[in-house]
């Protein structure tokens, strides 16, 4: 038989298709469904109803709440392909048009290569059989004198809960959005995060803590969480905004330094939300949800400026 071809033979043959899914699944759904739903919550709730007073039997509503379901999921699937197709097909036309080379395919390869940065979620969870932990849509090319890469990390999370005889799985997707340049310099470890409400909490229950064990004999040679705080502009109304990050170094002296007044008035120009890193010779910045083509010459830029503000010392 020909493979369609047009939109509209297409349309035709996916209805068609459709169609003939649906009576088949009706007729086995009639035929198996009745026999498994009995003991389900599904079941006792189809045995409180008065089924003379419908016009279908129970074996037939039983059946067509099944088709419903198993076409619903046929069609989500279906679409989710569609798009995910299309957005192959996207990137990769702006691949070849912006000189990068574009992997589509899950790579869990380059998500092991980079999971020591403190950005990257998931770390823990790797080993987990419920989790799936991968780099999607991967860009590489030769970008000034550095090696830049961006991806979209994935998490595919399913967790099953049980309650009496029902279980019910719940599968999650979260997706971030990374772009980062390798240089040629080895800095120590710097993470920059945007402040949350509950940060100065954990804080404190840290430095608690930490006196606790240095009130043992434990020493920490690593500083704990400080909190860098950045005044911006002043608004329409008179007010004055600040933006809040937090910061993470293994070197003390390497954050004094790296927070000169031309880094701080550049950082302050950075969007709200931005995560940032440094770590041995990378620089990568984070943005959540999936990598959006739009921002990645944008923070291809922003890192090249950082590592042009950082202090010649430390390259």
Not at 50 to 71: G, K, R
Not at 72 to 88: G, M, P, S
Request: hydrophobic share 35%.
């Amino acid at each position: 038989m020909q493979k369609p071809t047009s939109p509209l033979q297409r349309l035709l043959w996916g209805t068609l298709l459709l169609i003939n899914s649906t009576l088949l699944l009706l007729y086995i759904g009639s035929i198996i469904v009745p026999t498994f739903y009995s003991d389900s919550l599904l079941g006792q709730w189809f045995e409180t109803v008065q089924w003379e007073d419908l016009p279908l039997s129970e074996e037939q509503t039983v059946a067509l709440v099944f088709t419903i379901a198993i076409v619903y999921l046929l069609l989500k699937n279906a679409h989710h392909a569609v798009v995910e197709r299309d957005r192959r097909k996207l990137y990769q036309q702006w691949a070849e048009q912006h000189h990068w080379l574009y992997d589509p395919q899950k790579d869990q390869a380059l998500y092991r290569k980079y999971r020591f940065l403190l950005g990257i979620p998931g770390y823990y969870a790797s080993s987990s059989p419920n989790t799936d932990i991968c780099a999607v849509h991967r860009f590489q090319r030769r970008w000034r004198n550095y090696i830049a890469v961006a991806y979209t990390h994935y998490v595919r999370t399913r967790k099953v809960s049980s309650s009496g005889k029902s279980r019910r799985t719940t599968v999650t997707h979260s997706y971030l959005g990374v772009t980062l340049i390798h240089t040629q310099s080895n800095f120590p470890k710097l993470y920059i995060s945007p402040t949350h409400w509950s940060d100065p909490i954990f804080a404190f229950i840290s430095q608690l803590f930490e006196l606790v064990f240095c009130h043992l004999g434990f020493n920490f040679s690593e500083p704990s969480w400080q909190e860098f705080i950045q005044p911006l502009n002043h608004s329409s109304n008179g007010k004055q905004h600040i933006k809040k990050y937090q910061v993470e170094t293994g070197n003390p002296d390497f954050i004094q330094q790296f927070f000169h007044p031309k880094m701080l008035k550049y950082l302050s120009t950075l969007p709200r939300g931005l995560r940032f890193e440094i770590d041995r010779d990378i620089l990568v910045i984070y943005q959540e949800g999936r990598l959006n083509l739009d921002t990645i010459q944008v923070n291809l830029n922003h890192l090249h400026r950082i590592y042009q503000l950082i202090p010649e010392r430390w390259k």
